[in-house]
């Protein structure tokens, strides 16, 4: 069994004010697991995450690394409670 995680929806959050080698990025991704069974795969859905993402650029082409990860759900009910997070939690990354 292994498991499959489907991207439904991608936003950038603060494009224009954060430096150039930052990304915000929303995710909505829907994991399920898939399983071969009487010659063919099976996918069952799971469930849908929502997170938000701190990535930087490596300079390298299309190569980025996550900074930190933010799950929507729990500690953060929406989206807005983790862009205040980030905000307050990441000032560096924007432009003065």
């Known amino acids: ?4 995680e489907n991207l439904l ?12 080698n930052f990304v915000v990025q ?8 898939a399983f071969y069974e009487a010659g063919g795969l ?11 993402k701190v990535l930087r650029s490596t300079g390298e082409a299309s190569s980025v ?7 929507i759900g729990g500690e953060f009910t929406c989206v807005d409670d983790v862009l205040a997070r ?8 924007f432009k003065a």
């Open 65 to 71: 690394t996550r900074i930190s990860e933010y799950q």
């Open 9 to 20: 929806d991608v936003k950038s959050y603060f494009a224009g004010e954060v430096k150039d």
């Open 86 to 93: 980030i905000r307050e939690a990441h000032r560096d990354i």
């Open 42 to 52: 099976h996918e069952t859905e799971e469930e849908t995450a929502e997170c938000i």
């Open 26 to 33: 929303y995710e909505k991704m829907l994991k399920s697991n």
């Open 1 to 4: 069994m292994m498991v499959v």
